[in-house]
């Protein structure tokens, strides 16, 4: 989904609700009960930040999922979720969004570092850091940001056809940007 609408990315930019976007995102639907036992949360409170997103049509009902009426399912109408910030030019919503995505990517970061020690070996083998300087053009800039963007789509889509119990949560980010050394 292309966010383009200054109101869905202030919806998305709140840390729970990406959180619980991130969730139906890998674990596929869910009710209020099933996300809140998962985040720790109040079931009152994940309902009230499902709304919002439901408002924004970053999730959906899945009436299909629920066993009677009362029940209610969410899902995610689209995998992904993006956004140029030039499209905001001028609006602090794309600045707070950006400023709470990067602190997002930092917490996680900054939390596998904390566990990898204890982690499994073959996991703390595989994961990887790497960083590169470059001299490029703005267009190759967005090339890069393409291949990039269809190398992770290539990779989950490996993972949804073949739902192996090996498979478990990976977070992977990049980032490229102007910068002096």
């Known amino acids: 989904m292309e966010v383009r609408d200054s109101q869905v990315l202030a919806a998305m930019s709140h840390p729970l609700r990406r959180r619980l976007l991130d969730m139906l995102k890998l674990d596929g639907p869910a009710t209020a009960s099933v996300l809140a036992e998962k985040t720790g949360q109040a079931v009152g409170n994940v309902s009230h930040h499902l709304k ?85 053009t703005p267009a190759e800039l967005a090339e890069l940001n393409d291949r990039m963007t269809a190398l992770f789509q290539e990779f989950g889509a490996k993972a949804a056809s073949d739902p192996s119990t090996e498979r478990l949560p990976v977070f992977v980010f990049g980032r490229g940007f102007r910068a002096q050394p």
């Open 52 to 136: 919002v997103l439901s408002g924004a049509g970053l999730v959906v009902e899945a009436p299909e999922l629920a066993r009677d009426r009362r029940e209610r399912w969410w899902r995610r109408p689209s995998d992904t979720l993006s956004w140029v910030t030039s499209d905001f030019a001028g609006d602090p919503v794309a600045e707070v969004a950006e400023a709470v995505s990067l602190d997002r990517q930092t917490t996680l970061s900054r939390a596998w570092l904390s566990e990898m020690e204890t982690a499994p070996k073959e996991w703390r083998d595989a994961w990887f850091s790497t960083d590169a300087w470059m001299r490029l």
